[in-house]
């Protein structure tokens, strides 16, 4: 198998530049993008297997909810994983909706960063493989 093509959507850029480093390090294909729309052109033409959102984009018209829906919208397999600092339970409870996965930043400990990253660099949707 190729490598994994995993998008970053973060509009942190030291937060972007670390996670791109760890998953490359995992042997991915990164791309980036600091903000819904920039990452919504990205997917349409690179389809990467996993994305990693945050619900609160600061200088993007759609937000990481909207983004989220419209790409499980258009692709069930798509692997998807919130990292956010919104607790807010109403946005979270939205996202669970679409996502995989959910980790609040900053993580907790270095082990919930390393499981944050390996299940984007090889997580799979429930039900669902790329074959």
């Known amino acids: 198998m190729p490598?994994?093509?995993?998008?970053?959507?973060?509009?942190?850029?030291?937060?972007?530049g670390f996670m791109e480093n760890m998953?490359?390090?995992?042997?991915c294909q990164v791309f980036t993008a600091p903000d819904a729309e920039t990452a919504w052109t990205i997917?349409?033409?690179?389809?990467?297997?996993?994305?990693?959102?945050?619900?609160h984009l600061g200088r993007s018209a759609m937000q990481g909810l909207g983004?989220?829906?419209?790409?499980?919208?258009?692709?069930?397999?798509v692997y998807l994983l919130i990292f956010t600092r919104i607790t807010d339970d109403r946005e979270i409870e939205k996202a669970k909706l679409y996502a995989?996965?959910?980790?609040?930043?900053p993580p907790?400990?270095?082990?919930?960063?390393?499981?944050m990253i390996e299940?984007?660099?090889?997580?799979?949707?429930?039900?669902a493989s790329h074959g």
């Open 3 to 16: 490598n994994r093509k995993v998008l970053v959507v973060e509009d942190e850029e030291s937060i972007f």
């Open 43 to 55: 997917f349409q033409k690179e389809r990467p297997q996993a994305v990693s959102v945050d619900l």
């Open 119 to 127: 299940l984007l660099a090889k997580g799979e949707r429930k039900g």
């Open 100 to 105: 995989d996965a959910g980790f609040i930043k």
């Open 67 to 77: 983004l989220l829906k419209k790409i499980r919208e258009a692709d069930q397999k």
């Open 23 to 27: 998953l490359k390090a995992e042997g």
């Open 108 to 115: 907790a400990s270095a082990e919930q960063l390393k499981e």
